[in-house]
């Protein structure tokens, strides 16, 4: 096991050589070794699979190397949808020891049961991924992700706890009380939204609170959201933090993977995970370094199993080993999802895109929204955008400028024309959970 070290008062760390800094070559027969188990278990007991590879004409005995998972038929959200609440689960209720809900904010919620090995499989993941960001026992980790049927505060406490870290659980809101907590328990790390953790920057500097200054918050566990590399910079500019990228969603268990200090790309841990990326048009495997959607097939999940399941999320790989010495493959920031590209006059533009553009014009601040309307038969894109305290002028001639430029920025750098608007600090809303970033009234 992965925690081998847990006898009390012992360094408890999630970092096992041999897992961690395995050859490909044997990460490979190890991974077909689950596909292979995962396989002939589920056309032997799940309804589900076993009629999708019928129909796809594919049987346990074809999967002969790791390379014929293309073999496999797909699974979408949608099959969960269609099998809500849980039609599609593997074995009886007496073995679930828990749900997790999806909002559903894309259509009907789907529902995900966890065995005690899925939790434990989970607990294991997080804890990994903490201390690939240098978390330890040492640290007090303050979680605000929101507890309850959303996985992310249940997942990253339990994986805190396995790293012997002390936790404070405190789920979303009250952001006053929150920092005041950061301060008061000497909290050394946080995990939230990056629109939370921007809220609660902005709330701390009202308060006449400078995070690097009066607090002992060095670490940021950041996501469930799209966010860019130039976010990344404003955020630990503002709090003086390290911030890093943790990525996961409902269906796979939920927070699972982040980066490690090296900050570059997010490790995947391929003795729970086989991921492919595809060009999402022909589901034809892409090369390292190629951006499409990503597949993952866990490969020891019990209660919920998920093969092939594109999840949506646009990604690439890298199977090169990290310099931290982890062999297992990384894959890029999100830049968005599939059913998230707005195709502005025939044009492809991600929220992560317009937000990186904004970011490079420093009078310009964190929160801005996408408006998407019809005008006639022609797409017409408002950007709507937060200025900082110090840049709001009342000089018309300025503010002009300002839109100008932030008009030619975007131009520049999405080849698309936008409106503009520049509004007051504080205007748009604020996001606990996950930001709303895009308003898309041409499906309304
Ligand atoms: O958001 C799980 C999670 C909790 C991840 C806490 C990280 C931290 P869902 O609610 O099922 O699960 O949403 C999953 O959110 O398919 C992505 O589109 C998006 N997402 C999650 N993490 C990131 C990230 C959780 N780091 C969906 N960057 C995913 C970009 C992310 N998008």
Redesign the pocket.
């Known amino acids: 096991t992965v925690l081998s070290s847990s006898t009390p008062g012992e360094q408890m760390t999630c970092w096992d050589p041999r897992i961690e800094e395995i050859s490909k070559a044997d990460l490979q027969a190890l991974q077909y070794r689950h596909l292979k188990t995962l396989v002939y278990k589920l056309y032997s007991f799940s309804q589900f699979y076993h009629d999708r590879m019928k129909a796809a004409n594919v049987h346990p005995d074809d999967i002969r190397s790791l390379d014929d998972i293309v073999k496999l038929p797909f699974m979408y959200k949608q099959d969960l949808r269609d099998n809500y609440p849980n039609k599609m689960f593997l074995g009886g209720q007496d073995e679930l020891v828990r749900y997790h809900v999806?909002?559903g904010t894309t259509g009907k919620p789907t529902v995900v049961g966890y065995t005690q090995n899925d939790l434990n499989n989970w607990a294991v993941s997080v804890a990994r991924a903490l201390t690939s960001v240098g978390l330890g026992r040492k640290d007090i980790i303050q979680i605000s992700?929101g507890y309850g049927l959303?996985?992310?505060g249940l997942?990253?406490h339990y994986g805190a706890e396995r790293i012997g870290a002390t936790v404070v659980p405190a789920s979303v809101g009250n952001t006053e009380r929150q920092i005041e907590l950061i301060q008061d328990l000497k909290v050394t790390a946080i995990?939230c939204?990056p629109s939370y953790m921007l809220h609660m920057a902005e709330t701390s500097e009202k308060m006449g609170i400078d995070i690097s200054r009066d607090t002992m918050l060095r670490t940021a566990v950041?996501?469930?959201?799209?966010?860019s590399e130039k976010m990344r910079k404003r955020i630990q500019e503002l709090t003086g933090v390290k911030a890093y990228?943790?990525?996961?969603?409902?269906?796979l268990s939920?927070?699972l993977f982040t980066e490690c200090t090296e900050q570059n790309g997010?490790h995947i841990w391929g003795d729970l995970a086989y991921v492919e990326v595809l060009d999402p048009h022909t589901g034809e495997q892409l090369g390292p370094g190629e951006r499409g959607e990503l597949v993952v097939t866990m490969l020891q999940k019990e209660a919920l199993p998920m093969v092939r399941y594109r999840?949506?999320?646009l990604t690439s790989y890298d199977d090169s080993t990290c310099p931290c010495g982890r062999s297992h493959v990384r894959i890029s920031?999100?830049a968005g999802?599939v059913d998230d590209m707005l195709i502005i006059r025939g044009i492809n533009v991600f929220p992560s895109q317009v937000e990186h553009a904004l970011l490079t014009i420093p009078e310009l601040g964190e929160h801005f929204q996408i408006e998407v309307d019809r005008r006639g038969a022609l797409d017409n894109m408002l950007v709507r955008v937060e200025l900082k305290p110090t840049a709001f002028s009342d000089k018309i001639d300025d503010m002009m400028s300002l839109k100008h430029r932030v008009a030619r920025t975007l131009h520049g750098m999405l080849n698309i024309s936008a409106d503009v608007e520049l509004v007051g600090p504080g205007t748009l809303a604020r996001y606990e959970g996950?930001a709303k970033r895009v308003v898309d009234r041409r499906s309304i």
Do not use: V
């Open positions: 999806s909002s992700y959303f996985t992310g997942g990253l995990c939204t950041l996501g469930a959201e799209p966010w990228d943790i990525y996961g969603t409902s269906e939920g927070p997010i999840i949506g999320d920031r999100i999802r996950k």
